[in-house]
T-cell receptor, first 114, second 114 residues
């Protein structure tokens, strides 16, 4: 079974620029999660999709962050404009039907904002 | 949102010793608890989960749950240098949409010295 694919692996941008991250979950996994992990902290959920609908985006900074999962498969997370405090690893995870027992994380995208 | 507290460490133990990692949680209604291991620069991977009071053993790992004290721990017996990583405690919480998401603690960094 192929894992959760994410790209790019690393990204360096200047503040106020925009950036996008891509995630392709495990085939058949209806639930997709985007987490932000700042250095030295645990992952924090930004947004959760069930198929192509949003079920939780309560901690997504909506003035600068957006995410979509148009066909219920892969997803894109965008930041525009980026701030220095957005420097973090962005982890995508998927599970079969929203159960935490089957969470699988991708390798993450490390973003550095300078 | 549920709070999950961990000692950030770092925790250092000699090879062959028992490493004890602790986690407390705020919601008395929490039913299940997850331990993830995260190597430096890698994504979290599930070690084990527990939902009943008492101990659950898996190889060198033992999870202990005390719901009355709202306390869950992870013991690693015969610690090896390869166990050096950050250990994350996670608790599921319901989203507004009715599915579950994992809320993570900050993690405890463990170093096993040869």
């Amino acid at each position: 079974e192929a894992g959760v694919a994410q790209s790019p692996r690393y990204k360096i941008i200047e503040k106020r620029q925009s950036v996008a991250f891509w995630c392709n979950p495990i085939s058949g996994h209806a639930t997709l999660y985007w987490y932000q992990q700042i250095l030295g902290q645990g992952p924090k959920l930004l947004i959760q999709f069930q198929n192509n609908g949003v079920v939780d985006d309560s901690q997504l900074p909506k003035d600068r962050f957006s995410a979509e999962r148009l066909k219920g498969v892969d997803s894109t997370l965008k930041i525009q404009p980026a701030k220095l405090e957005d420097s973090a690893v962005y982890l995508c995870a998927s599970s079969f039907q929203g159960t935490p027992y089957g969470y699988t994380f991708g390798s993450g995208t490390r973003l550095t904002v300078v | 949102q549920k709070e999950v507290e961990q000692n950030s460490g770092p925790l250092s133990v000699p090879e062959g010793a028992i490493a004890s990692l602790n986690c407390t949680y705020s919601d008395r209604g929490s039913q299940s608890f997850f331990w993830y291991r995260q190597y430096s620069g890698k994504s979290p991977e599930l070690i084990m989960f527990i939902y009943s009071n008492g101990d659950k053993e898996d190889g060198r790992f033992t999870a202990q749950l005390n719901k009355a004290s709202q306390y869950v721990s992870l013991l690693i017996r015969d610690s090896q240098p390869s166990d050096s990583a950050t250990y994350l405690c996670a608790v599921p919480t319901l989203t507004q949409g009715g599915s579950e998401k994992l809320v993570f603690g900050k993690g405890t960094k463990l170093t096993v010295n040869p």
